[in-house]
């Protein structure tokens, strides 16, 4: 086989069968996202054991959990953007190490203002994190395979949070609470350090910056060993150079209506998300039942999260993605009510939170996929972070307007009737979204142009 004078990356990533090197991506990532919702759930099981030994009231804690979720959302916005300017390698170990050396210095605190402090700079790194680790995963996934590991990466902030709640507890009692912080620093610093020798920058992003072919070179000889790659071998990828303000290309080249329709889903699914994460042990507790029972059922939520995501993502790369969310939104709705009319069983109530889980959850986890796919490379962290930190928003009303309600003593019928309203907003969204994708594609055209459509071909 003759060597390759000019090759496009992103026809050599969507010609290649997943194999070793990409599932080491996949593995890195998902590792990435595990470590994020480890730290950021394990301040909630921390907490009692803080106010415990600080003597505090209830409520005395509520700024610190507030403030981890405002340095989510600030994060999620920042860095993405910087992210596509510096590479997603960098920033992703960058706030890796950020949020590593901010849990290292949460056990300095002597006060809540010092929780509240180190918090909100740890929510800042953790933000951060995720949008580069999807970018990065999705930019070495082809098309055909890139829901299943896009959403399978997403996942692993859940067992990373699952994982959190088993681990603190063996800890605090052994070690006090300062012990999570500390394997909260030393377990992500050790990821960091893996990511700086093991983790590939994206081919994409490089090849689009210009003058890295030896780097993309070493990269494309790891991804498959049989591409012939002379020394004078071009690497080209075919999409739109932007430049400027990042996040002023959300907004461009027919992506307007699409940025907030993906806007509203993330922001949409977070408010009942964060609902139903915040004050469904409660809601079940104040229906009769033990606080055991309660925290059981609550937790098969995350289970079929779990179960879900990696069966949504699978069914998404065999059908359109969009088409999948608008069904799995719908039901989630659906299983929502039937979590308000199920409070007489104990069986039929941990039925309807795992359903709900499985298509609510699960379909804030595959939406991730669809956006890293509506954004050419440029812009992908950004897109992603954005739509995080807009979705973060909502994670912030969803308690707070609950808890609102809640003051009003509602009914529980009539309080989950109303979560089902921000889940058919998503599934009205993603509709309407499936218009948008096409149209976002042949506006850039340039992204990714087909065999005989102006696409130059890799020449021999």
């Given at each position: 086989?003759?060597?390759?004078?000019?090759?496009?990356?992103?026809?050599v990533?969507?010609?290649?069968?997943?194999?070793?090197?990409?599932?080491?991506?996949?593995?890195?990532?998902?590792?990435?996202?595990?470590?994020?919702?480890?730290?950021?759930?394990?301040?909630?099981?921390?907490?009692?054991?803080?106010?415990?030994?600080?003597?505090?009231g209830?409520?005395?804690?509520?700024?610190?959990?507030?403030v981890?979720?405002?340095?989510l959302?600030?994060?999620a916005?920042?860095?993405?953007p910087?992210?596509?300017?510096?590479?997603?390698?960098?920033?992703?170990?960058?706030?890796?190490?950020?949020?590593?050396?901010?849990?290292?210095?949460?056990?300095t605190?002597?006060?809540?203002?010092?929780?509240?402090?180190w918090?909100?700079?740890?929510g800042?790194?953790?933000?951060?994190?995720?949008?580069?680790?999807?970018?990065?995963?999705?930019?070495?996934?082809?098309?055909?395979?890139?829901?299943?590991?896009?959403?399978?990466?997403?996942?692993?902030?859940?067992?990373?949070?699952?994982?959190?709640g088993?681990?603190a507890?063996?800890?605090?009692?052994?070690?006090?609470?300062?012990?999570?912080?500390?394997?909260?620093?030393?377990?992500?610093?050790?990821?960091?350090i893996?990511?700086?020798?093991?983790?590939?920058?994206?081919?994409?992003?490089?090849?689009?910056?210009?003058?890295?072919?030896?780097?993309?070179?070493?990269?494309?000889r790891?991804?498959?060993?049989?591409?012939?790659?002379?020394?004078?071998?071009?690497?080209?990828?075919?999409?739109?150079?932007?430049?400027?303000?990042?996040?002023?290309?959300l907004?461009?080249?027919?992506?307007?209506?699409?940025?907030?329709?993906?806007?509203?889903?993330?922001f949409?699914?977070?408010?009942?998300?964060?609902?139903l994460?915040?004050?469904?042990?409660?809601?079940?507790?104040?229906?009769?039942?033990?606080?055991?029972?309660?925290?059981?059922?609550?937790t098969?939520?995350?289970?079929?999260?779990?179960?879900?995501?990696?069966?949504?993502?699978?069914?998404?790369d065999?059908?359109?993605?969009?088409?999948?969310?608008?069904?799995?939104?719908?039901a989630?709705?659906?299983?929502?009510?039937?979590?308000?009319?199920?409070?007489?069983?104990?069986?039929?109530?941990?039925?309807?939170?795992?359903?709900?889980?499985?298509?609510?959850?699960?379909?804030?986890?595959?939406?991730?996929a669809?956006?890293?796919?509506?954004?050419?490379?440029?812009?992908?962290?950004t897109?992603?972070?954005?739509?995080?930190?807009?979705?973060?928003?909502?994670?912030?009303?969803?308690?707070?307007?609950?808890?609102?309600?809640?003051?009003?003593?509602?009914?529980?019928?009539?309080?989950?009737?109303?979560?089902?309203?921000?889940?058919?907003?998503?599934?009205?969204?993603?509709f309407?979204?499936?218009?948008?994708?096409?149209?976002?594609r042949?506006?850039?055209?340039?992204?990714?142009?087909?065999?005989?459509?102006?696409?130059?071909?890799?020449?021999?």
């Open positions: 086989m003759s060597e390759l004078a000019v090759v496009d990356v992103g026809d990533i969507e010609q290649q069968k997943v194999g070793s090197f990409q599932l080491r991506i996949l593995l890195l990532c998902a590792l990435s996202t595990f470590m994020d919702g480890f730290d950021a759930q394990g301040i909630g099981f921390v907490g009692p054991a803080v106010s415990a030994a600080w003597h505090l209830p409520g005395a804690l509520k700024n610190v959990f507030a981890g979720l405002i340095g959302t600030i994060g916005l920042v860095v993405g910087i992210a596509d300017r510096v590479g997603r390698k960098s920033a992703l170990i960058f706030c890796t190490i950020a949020f590593a050396v901010f849990s290292f210095l949460t056990v605190s002597q006060s809540v203002n010092g929780l509240v402090f918090r909100f700079l740890t800042m790194g953790l933000g951060g994190a995720m949008p580069n680790a999807l970018a990065l995963i999705s930019e070495y996934s082809p098309q055909r395979r890139r829901a299943i590991m896009v959403t399978v990466a997403v996942v692993g902030f859940q067992f990373g949070a699952a994982v959190a088993i681990l507890a063996q800890l605090i009692t052994a070690y006090g609470w300062t012990s999570v912080f500390w394997a909260g620093g030393i377990l992500p610093l050790a990821l960091a893996v990511l700086i020798f093991a983790l590939p920058e994206s081919m994409k992003l490089l090849a689009l910056r210009g003058g890295a072919d030896r780097k993309i070179a070493s990269i494309l790891r991804v498959n060993r049989s591409i012939p790659i002379a020394q004078s071998t071009k690497f080209t990828a075919h999409e739109s150079r932007l430049s400027g303000f990042a996040v002023r290309h907004f461009t080249e027919s992506r307007t209506f699409g940025t907030i329709l993906l806007w509203i889903i993330g949409m699914t977070l408010i009942n998300i964060f609902f994460t915040s004050w469904l042990p409660t809601v079940i507790h104040d229906a009769g039942y033990s606080m055991k029972n309660a925290a059981l059922v609550a098969l939520l995350q289970i079929g999260a779990i179960v879900g995501t990696f069966l949504l993502g699978w069914v998404a065999r059908f359109r993605p969009l088409r999948v969310l608008v069904c799995s939104y719908i989630a709705g659906i299983f929502i009510g039937c979590i308000g009319l199920s409070s007489a069983s104990i069986g039929l109530l941990g039925a309807a939170v795992f359903a709900t889980g499985f298509c609510l959850l699960a379909s804030q986890n595959l939406s991730q669809v956006v890293a796919t509506f954004y050419p490379t440029l812009i992908r962290s897109g992603l972070g954005w739509q995080g930190g807009v979705g973060r928003i909502g994670s912030i009303v969803g308690p707070f307007v609950a808890g609102i309600i809640l003051s009003f003593q509602w009914k529980i019928t009539s309080l989950f009737f109303a979560a089902v309203i921000p889940a058919f907003c998503a599934a009205l969204a993603s309407l979204m499936i218009k948008r994708m096409p149209d976002a042949q506006a850039s055209r340039s992204a990714h142009p087909a065999p005989g459509e102006g696409a130059s071909r890799p020449s021999r």
